[in-house]
């Protein structure tokens, strides 16, 4: 399963998605965040579906990847699913025992299953169009007014950047210590829950000790080159904002706007 985690990779390419300014792409990842919640009926929860198949179709990227994406979290997305299925309130059409069926706990489960699913793919969606060093950069121009407050804009953002770029290279680590501990003979795969978490032991410790290894040369390197924060700081590439941006952001209104009168106007289904 660690070999199938595609979150965190960047893919590099040429498609709508990757010309986007990475300003543009977190104002709207953030605000479609918001909009994926404040669906209430199904005309509105199909807006933000035909959104996301938009992006992904526009992003270039193949869709296995999108799908590796969801297949970490498939046993979160059906355990919630279930509770929302079979605890909703309403008039039961089926009861066993203390598993009651509803319309309204049907409702649930698919908004709640649609959201977690549109939520984790246009995540991923980020993170494979846009690289680390251009999420920093994003993050940091949007933060920049909190410098009058003296908050580390620029620290902050260089923590998740690292911490984006080393998501891929950690599991990878995993991979290859679990390969190491099952040629040793360590059974990782049967028994019950306690003793599967008991066989993670010797995963973990040399997991954490390679991490902060790679932590310690980091911050080497980064005192060897004389890094010294964001003051005085100069950038390869400059940030600007074309017309294309202009338009996303004119779309996002659109959508926004078009999921608030869903809202008011059609009849919730939850």
């Known amino acids: 399963m660690v070999r199938d985690v595609a979150f965190g990779q960047y893919f590099p390419g040429n498609s709508l998605m990757h010309r986007l300014d990475p300003r543009t792409k977190l104002i709207g990842f953030v605000a479609l965040i918001a909009v994926i919640f404040c669906t209430f009926n199904y005309p509105a929860l199909a807006i933000v579906v035909g959104v996301t198949a938009f992006l992904l179709l526009s992003s ?3 869709f296995k990847f999108y799908l590796k994406s969801l297949k970490v979290i498939l046993i979160v997305v059906l355990i919630t699913s279930l509770l929302n299925l079979f605890y909703g ?3 039961p059409i089926w009861q066993w025992w203390i598993l009651k069926l509803t319309w309204n706990g049907i409702h649930r489960a698919i908004f709640v299953t649609v959201r977690i699913v549109c939520l984790i793919l246009l995540s991923s969606c980020l993170t494979f169009t846009t690289s680390p060093t251009e999420l920093t950069d994003a993050i940091e121009r949007l933060m920049k007014p909190l410098n009058k407050i003296h908050f580390p804009v620029h620290e902050i953002a260089m923590m998740m950047s690292l911490a984006l770029r080393f998501v ?3 599991l990878e680590e995993t991979d290859k210590i679990m390969q190491a501990q099952k040629a040793r003979g360590a059974d990782l795969d049967s028994g019950n829950f306690i003793r599967r978490a008991k066989a993670l032991v ?4 040399p997991l954490f000790v ?3 290894r790679r932590a310690y040369d980091i911050a080497t390197a980064m005192e060897c080159r004389c890094y010294r924060g964001g003051t005085g700081r100069t950038r390869m590439k400059t940030l600007r904002m074309s ?3 202009a338009a996303c952001f004119v779309a996002l209104a659109l959508i926004i706007c078009g999921v608030v009168l869903c ?3 059609l009849k919730a289904a939850i």
Do not use: C, V
């Open 89 to 91: 309130s309403g008039e």
């Open 210 to 212: 390679s991490a902060f």
């Open 60 to 62: 270039g990227i193949p």
């Open 202 to 205: 010797p995963i973990l410790i």
């Open 243 to 245: 017309g294309r941006d």
């Open 263 to 265: 809202d008011i106007f």
């Open 168 to 170: 891929p290279t950690l």
